[in-house]
């Protein structure tokens, strides 16, 4: 609003050719103005404000799941439990169906001075220790039945609710009815924890371990080999069809309906809900073609047919970023086609297509909803040995997870989601990182 | 000899046939490879895919006209009160047999002269071998299993040989071809073009099996269920998956269904257009640049993060909040702390929904509007319009078809979202209009209908079949027309 | 019409003689596009109610000046202008000067014909609209008429107002954005290569019209046509590479100019 002031300058000029200075209601535009753009910034804030509190919300309830409550201490494994009679050189099975988890007990119940006709104190003190016990201790005794009759140093984990206490997870501050550790249980994992008996490890077990209905037993392990396969199959079968796809489409295919038509046909399969394709995964490869359900095979297959358009669609891009005179320099040089095609414009448009294909395959496994349909929801303990195997995979795993009811499944379930974001990360940086390193302006 | 086995021979005829295919080539041009139509190599190549070929197309044919032709015959072998029975109960039959069939190769032959001898151990003795049966097994089944055993064997040893003459024949009949004036490489260039084309038509064959696979299984549902009970049935209640039980056990009605998809799909359009249009008119028209090279890419990690994290996050976080957040307000109005929102609810589903569309919504609408010809943008600031005014009177009028286009492909996507439904919306399938209750969605009662025991006989399983075609029908129809409308956009300003 | 533009011309001429009225001032203005520098130092001055023609090869940064004067170079991304730049006595770069205000009062017409994809009636109507110039639909009506009018459109369009401002031909549509122009009632109008996509005929009717326009407005244009610099201008600048050559009576600059690589332009041997 200066400029009113200056105005005499204009009664100089005179005013018969030209307009009044005008009120042109600037104070009200600019207040639109200013309301406009708050309105933007606070749709991109909004939008980053729920980015940043998925991802806190998910790191912060799964971080602790990378460390795990264990116990150690000194496991004296009895004759007596073990094998009563001595018969194990005529009876193996004697030594797998052994009481472990009473050794275990006992050894607890030794440190912490319950006494053993204590039965109330023995159940709380069994309830500190982790089934998977059993397991740990019949391999190490099978392994080497000369132990028998010795104490060793053992550590094993803790029991679920024992760990979560032990990480704080538990408000001890509910009536001890209402809560999963007693008082009692509580006051033994302090005296253990500043014994140095008990306390928290790195969790191998989360990267290694199959399914497990005891939280602090299950991990990832067999999800991530279920996605490892299906990630191989995508990629060995996605990347050279859909090259092949766009080459064709982009350099030999004439123009007529036909092209017109799967042109059409790609763009729209790149919109189809992935549901879909578990339908048809389910009806042609596993009904139709018979292939065994829950296999990894059956879910490479389904999520390649998925990824294929991404590819294609990202092949196309990067062919057509080639210019033309790179063509029409190695036709002018005799080369045939063919030629041209692959010793020239392939090579030039690589980085482009490995940047989709990276982008793709990161979709891929993040894919659930297809893999339920195919019957990857299955409860596998065993590492699949061949893509033949009944498989899971690792955003299944963590559909399954999800629908636990157990608290502590719900810090494994952030945590694998962690370990899925981590991947998804790499692969987007490996993709960055590609582009930025080969991209080429023309 | 196993397919694989079959493989590695057939490859290792190729690579071969590659190399007497290039000596021979050599040898003909005698150091002279002028005198040849084509480098040396093509003429390995062309020798190497005459081997192979062939031999693989036979393993193809082999490999799915073979079961047919045994199966044919192994139930052409039933009894004649077996083939008597329904379509259904023979299937159920020819597994059996099967199972024993696989039971067989892993008996040693004592065991399996014992079972012979009495079938009514052979569920016992299998079981025991790792093979369970559904039921004691009738004395045919055992022969029957025999004989398809012994058919698969000799099916087996034919395909080897077959293939094995087949490469050999084909390595043979393309060496005897190689002369100096013999164009190889067109030849080769042939096959890749044609390869190329195969691989361009999987596209066209994923749509047809898409539409034939679903209209199959459709078609058999809708044999028991009457269309119009399904399409307009008011009333979702499938029951149980009984066996035997008859089609009238359930009701299949899809407009409950297809109301959750819609009011949900429709809450999350209500948070995903404005945030999105809006960030990506700043991101497009305010934004600097270093704003703009942070905040999108921050943004579309949005779109990058699985949609199971999305369901994780609504049902842990999301969900919890409005629940107890309503308990609150409730509270301080009524007094009564009571939560008016259920954790799992339309709400919930969609607001988490909407929040994975923005990115969807804010990157197709930042092309759509920068699309639109700087030369409109000047003439308007150039009048003196400030640049909102510039926004709302010319870009977004000009970009509306566009962006409209945009907002349907982004609605598709909120139609077929499953993920987070599954686990955010619930699963009563009710018609309502409050959004602060579960309902259920097409997608969720897919997975719910096709999680656990399958059987393709019945209404409970074959009915996700019509729900998934009802829903592909519906995206590809949003799909179709938002590109026609896109293109036509981008046409006007090319 | 005839009449009032020779007394315009008297008076211009007149002013000439005694005390010239500059409408803008351009001193020491430098433009640089992110690192590269593409005016240097340019000096020059726009007459009242006279048409200035910017001449010059391309590249030469013709352009470059004419949308520093409304600042369209804010649009640019990494463009930074010094100098000074007056309108009347205003500094049109100070940052208490309106970059709105002062685009209401100096308009533009662009290279390509760009009317928005809206109604005719809409497109003249548009600047007045945003700038509240029109109280009533009636006061609208006639300002959308006289812009019409004033650039010589009326006739052929006001059957068809409320059609689409796309459907008109190149020179109708370029027509149309100078009504456009018009409409909001400029000080100055800066005309950026307004031929360029247009055929003669059409190019003949745009001079005739850049002709009446100076009887009631300051204008500035940017032309690659020596003719058409001839034909429509007073006053010619030549600028070469960045630099302002020479300015001077547009006349004379056809005729015996100062500067040997005006010469050299104007008689075709580098362009």
């Known amino acids: 609003m200066s400029q009113v002031s200056t105005s005499p300058s204009m009664a100089a000029v005179g005013a018969s050719a030209k307009p009044e200075r005008r009120d042109i209601g600037l104070r009200g535009r600019y207040a639109a103005e200013r309301r406009f753009r708050f309105y933007g910034m606070a749709a991109i804030a909004f939008g980053l404000l729920f980015l940043f509190l998925l991802l806190f919300s998910v790191v912060s309830k799964g971080y602790t799941a990378f460390q795990q409550t264990m116990i150690t201490i000194p496991v004296e494994f009895s004759q007596q439990i073990i094998d009563k009679n001595n018969e194990r050189a005529t009876n193996p099975q004697k030594l797998v169906t052994a009481n472990y988890p009473v050794v275990a007990r006992n050894a607890l119940a030794k440190v912490l001075g319950v006494s053993e006709d204590d039965r109330a104190g023995l159940k709380a003190v069994n309830g500190m220790i982790s089934d998977s016990v059993r397991v740990q201790l019949r391999n190490l005794v099978t392994a080497d039945p000369s132990i028998i009759g010795t104490t060793q140093k053992v550590t094993f984990l803790a029991h679920g609710d024992l760990d979560s206490a032990f990480k704080g997870q538990i408000d001890l501050s509910v009536p001890e009815t209402n809560r999963k550790v007693s008082d009692k249980q509580v006051g033994w994992m302090n005296q253990l924890a500043e014994s140095g008996a008990l306390s928290k490890h790195f969790n191998t077990g989360l990267f290694t371990n199959g399914a497990s209905s005891r939280p602090e037993a299950a991990g990832v392990g067999v999800a991530l080999i279920g996605s490892l396969y299906m990630m191989l199959i995508v990629l060995v079968l996605s990347l050279p069809i859909g090259v092949a796809a766009s080459i064709y489409l982009e350099e030999f295919a004439p123009k007529n309906r036909f092209t017109d038509l799967i042109e059409v046909n790609i763009n729209n399969l790149a919109a189809v809900p992935s549901i879909v394709y578990g339908l048809l995964g389910l009806a042609v490869f596993i009904n139709f073609a018979g292939f065994p359900r829950s296999a990894a095979l059956v879910g490479g297959l389904v999520l390649t047919l998925m990824t294929l358009p991404t590819i294609i669609i990202a092949t196309r891009a990067a062919l057509k970023a080639v210019p033309p005179s790179i063509r029409a320099a190695a036709l002018g040089l005799g080369a045939s086609k063919m030629q041209t095609v692959f010793h020239h414009v392939l090579p030039l448009a690589m980085p482009g297509i490995l940047t989709g294909t990276i982008i793709g395959l990161a979709h891929a496994l993040g894919e659930t909803a297809p893999l339920l349909l195919i019957g990857m929801v299955a409860f596998v303990a065993d590492v699949p040995a061949t893509p033949m195997d009944p498989a899971t995979a690792l955003p299944v795993q963590i559909y399954m997870w999800a629908n636990e009811a157990e608290r502590a499944f719900v810090e494994r379930t952030s945590g694998a989601i962690i370990v899925l974001l981590i991947f998804l990360i790499l692969m987007n940086v490996g993709a960055i990182l590609l582009r930025r390193r080969f991209e080429r302006r023309w | 000899m196993s397919i694989s086995f079959l493989l590695l021979i057939i490859a290792v005829i190729g690579v071969a046939g590659y190399l007497f295919g290039s000596w021979r080539a050599n040898a003909l041009a005698g150091g002279k490879l002028s005198s040849l139509h084509s480098r040396p190599g093509y003429y390995g190549s062309f020798v190497a895919i005459w081997s192979i070929l062939p031999a693989l197309v036979v393993i193809l044919v082999w490999i799915i006209a073979s079961p047919i032709y045994i199966s044919s015959t192994v139930r052409g072998g039933f009894p004649e009160e077996v083939k008597a029975t329904s379509q259904a109960e023979q299937n159920l039959a020819y597994n059996m047999i099967g199972a024993i069939s696989r039971g067989l190769n892993t008996l040693s032959a004592q065991e399996r002269e014992a079972m012979f001898q009495d079938s009514a151990t052979a569920r016992t003795v299998l079981a025991a071998k790792g093979v369970p049966l559904a039921a004691d097994p009738a004395p045919y089944m055992l022969t029957s299993a025999d004989d398809l055993n012994r058919m698969t064997q000799a099916s087996s040893t034919f395909l080897s040989i077959l293939v094995i003459i087949a490469a050999l024949a084909g390595a043979f009949l393309s060496y005897r071809a190689i002369a100096p004036k013999f164009r190889a490489r067109n030849r080769v260039e042939g096959v890749m073009l044609v390869s190329l084309i195969a691989a361009s038509s999987i596209a066209i064959l994923t749509t047809v099996g898409i539409v034939a696979s679903m209209a199959t299984e459709a078609i058999h549902f809708f044999n028991m269920v009457p269309a119009w009970e399904f399409f307009f049935g008011t009333t979702w209640d499938p029951r149980f998956a009984a066996a035997g039980a008859t089609a009238s056990a359930g009701q299949f009605g899809l407009i409950p269904l297809l109301a959750g998809t819609l009011y949900i799909g429709f809450v999350a359009m209500l948070v995903a257009v404005p945030v999105g249009l809006f960030a990506a008119i700043y991101m497009s028209e305010y934004a600097s640049r270093t704003v703009r090279s942070i905040a999108k890419p921050l943004l579309e990690v949005l779109a990058g993060i699985p949609t199971i994290v999305y369901g994780f996050f609504a049902l842990i976080t999301v969900g919890p909040f409005l629940r107890d957040i309503s308990a609150q307000l409730n509270g301080l109005v009524t007094g009564n702390y009571a939560s008016f929102i259920q954790a799992q609810s339309v709400l919930t589903a969609g607001i988490v929904m909407g929040i994975m569309l923005i990115p969807y919504v804010s990157s197709l609408s930042d092309d759509i509007i920068t699309a639109v010809p700087r030369a409109l943008r000047d003439g308007s600031l150039g009048l003196g319009a400030t640049r909102s005014e510039t926004i709302k009177r010319v870009i977004m009028p000009a970009a509306l078809p566009g962006v409209v286009g945009a907002l349907l492909m982004t609605a598709s996507r909120a139609i077929g979202e499953t993920m987070i439904v599954v686990l955010a919306a619930g699963v009563a399938a009710r018609m309502q209009l409050n959004p602060f209750e579960p309902m259920t969605t097409v997608t969720v009662k897919i997975v719910n209908q096709l999680t656990g025991d399958l059987e393709f006989t019945s209404p409970q399983t074959l009915v996700a079949f019509a729900l998934g075609i009802t829903l592909f029908a519906i995206t590809l129809c949003l799909n179709i027309y938002a590109l026609y409308i896109v293109r036509k956009y981008r046409e006007q300003y090319e | ?271």
């Open chain 3, 1 to 271: 019409m005839n009449m009032m533009s020779e007394a315009a011309v008297e008076k211009a001429l007149d002013r000439q003689m005694n005390d010239i009225s500059y409408k803008m001032i351009g001193k020491d203005v430098s433009v640089y596009y992110g690192e590269k520098r593409a005016l240097y130092d340019v000096n020059l001055n726009v007459r009242e109610n006279t048409v200035t023609a910017l001449i010059g090869p391309s590249g030469c940064g013709k352009s470059t000046f004419l949308r520093t004067l409304n600042r369209m170079n804010d649009t640019i991304d990494g463009c930074r202008v010094t100098g000074r730049i007056t309108l009347d006595s205003d500094d049109i770069y100070d940052p208490n000067i309106d970059v709105v205000e002062l685009r209401a009062r100096v308009g533009m017409v662009f290279q390509k014909p760009n009317p928005f994809p809206k109604s005719i009636y809409e497109n003249v109507a548009y600047g007045p609209r945003i700038h509240g110039l029109a109280k009533a639909k009636a006061d609208m009506d006639a300002i959308v008429e006289q812009s019409l009018q004033k650039a010589g459109l009326w006739n052929e369009v006001k059957d068809r107002l409320h059609e689409g401002g796309t459907g008109l031909s190149g020179g109708q549509q370029q027509r149309l954005c100078i009504a456009r122009a018009v409409a909001v009632s400029p000080e100055v109008i800066l005309m950026d290569e307004p031929c360029s996509a247009l055929d003669p005929i059409a190019t003949a009717k745009v001079e005739e019209l850049i002709h009446e326009l100076r009887t009631n407005f300051t204008i500035v244009i940017v032309t690659h046509s020596m003719q058409q610099a001839a034909r429509v201008s007073q006053r010619t600048a030549m600028f070469h590479l960045g630099n302002l050559v020479e300015e001077n009576d547009t006349d004379k600059m056809f005729t015996n100019p100062d500067d040997q690589r005006t010469q050299d332009y104007i008689m075709g041997r580098f362009g």
